[in-house]
C-alpha cells in the first residue's frame, strides 16, 4: 500500500534524527505523532499495526495483562515506556484503535496533533474535518473531541480524542479511530 509507505516516518527514524540533532522530541510531538502513525494511519488494519508495533519493538501483551486495557472487550493490547513517556495501544476486534496516553500537556498534545494533520494533508491529500484540534480537555474530568479523516481512496475514519488536564489516573488522552 503505497500510502501507508509515505504516510508518516517511522517512529524510531523521528527518534534517531531527533537525537543526532542532540534534542529529544518533546512529549507531546512523541505522543502526537505515535497515536496518529499507529491508530489513524492504520485505521481499520488489524495486520498494519502488528506489523507496526513488531517493528517497533513492541511486544503483544499476554491475555492478562492485555485484559486491564481491553475491559470486557476482545483484541489486543500493547504497552511500552519510552523516553517520552508510558503509551499503550489496543486493537479491538470490532477494528476500534486507541492509544493511552498516560501523562502529557493537553494542550500542546492538541497542537501536536494538529500539526501532524497538517503534514499528512499535505503529502497524502487525506482531509480532516475540522482540521484543528482545539484545547479541550476537561479539568478533572475527560472530555471529548470528535472529527473526521477522508482518506484518497474515499474511506471515512472518524476520530474520537478523550483528554484530561488531571494527570492522576491510569492515563491522561486517549485517542481512538474506526472506519466507519
Not at 20 to 35: G, I, L, V, Y
Not at 57 to 62: E, Q
Not at 125 to 139: D, H, L
Request: aromatic share 10%; with cysteine.
Amino acid at each position: 500500500m503505497k500510502l501507508a509507505q509515505v504516510f508518516v516516518i517511522p517512529i524510531l527514524v523521528l527518534s534517531s534524527v531527533a537525537c543526532s540533532d542532540s534534542r529529544k522530541p518533546t512529549d507531546e510531538f512523541f505522543a502526537a505523532n505515535f497515536s496518529v502513525s499507529s491508530c489513524i494511519r492504520y485505521a481499520g488494519n488489524e495486520k498494519g499495526i502488528e506489523s507496526l508495533m513488531k517493528q517497533q519493538g513492541v511486544v503483544l501483551l499476554p491475555d492478562d495483562k492485555a485484559s486491564q486495557f481491553l475491559g470486557s472487550h476482545t483484541g489486543k493490547a500493547w504497552s511500552f515506556t519510552s523516553p517520552n513517556g508510558q503509551f499503550a495501544l489496543t486493537y479491538l476486534n470490532s477494528g476500534l484503535c486507541t492509544v493511552f496516553v498516560r501523562r502529557v500537556n493537553t494542550q500542546k498534545y492538541a497542537e501536536e496533533v494538529t500539526n501532524s494533520f497538517s503534514r499528512i494533508s499535505k503529502k497524502t491529500g487525506w482531509s480532516f474535518t475540522p482540521s484543528i484540534v482545539p484545547n479541550f480537555a476537561g479539568k478533572t474530568e475527560l472530555e471529548t473531541f470528535r472529527l473526521e479523516a477522508k482518506t484518497t481512496t474515499g474511506q471515512t475514519v472518524e476520530v474520537i480524542i478523550s483528554a484530561t488536564e488531571n494527570n492522576t489516573g491510569s492515563y491522561q488522552v486517549a485517542l481512538s479511530s474506526q472506519v466507519i
